[in-house]
């Protein structure tokens, strides 16, 4: 995709992710997942600090924003041409 061809709320592919874009920069265009969360959960101390992963599925509370319940991601001119309309 071209970075004029992205608009605010419009879901695209990029790997084998979906993102919804959430704002669009000079040069970059910002996103959260659209399809699944990664839950990442650290117990215990340094040095036997555990780390656990888990996928979550979404629903429409999370699109809820800004603030996004989600990380936002940044793509960047390099990232934008590997995006993909759906």
Same mark, same amino acid.
């Given at each position: 995709?071209?970075?004029?061809?992205?608009?605010?709320?419009?879901?695209?592919?990029?790997?084998?992710?979906?993102?919804?874009?959430? !704002?669009?920069?000079?040069?970059?265009?910002?996103?959260?997942?659209?399809? @699944?969360?990664?839950?990442?959960?650290?117990?215990?101390? *340094? *040095? #036997? /600090?555990?780390?656990?992963?888990?996928?979550?599925?979404? #629903?429409? #509370? !999370?699109? #809820?924003? *800004? *603030? @996004?319940? /989600?990380?936002?991601?940044?793509? !960047?001119? !390099?990232?934008?041409?590997?995006?993909?309309?759906?």
């Amino acid at each position: 995709m071209k970075h004029n061809e992205f608009s605010i709320g419009q879901d695209f592919q990029c790997g084998e992710r979906l993102w919804r874009c959430t !704002d669009i920069g000079t040069r970059v265009i910002v996103a959260i997942p659209a399809d @699944y969360a990664e839950i990442t959960t650290a117990s215990g101390e *340094p *040095p #036997n /600090l555990q780390l656990s992963s888990q996928t979550q599925h979404l #629903n429409e #509370n !999370d699109f #809820n924003g *800004p *603030p @996004y319940a /989600l990380a936002e991601i940044v793509f !960047d001119e !390099d990232d934008i041409i590997a995006c993909g309309r759906i």
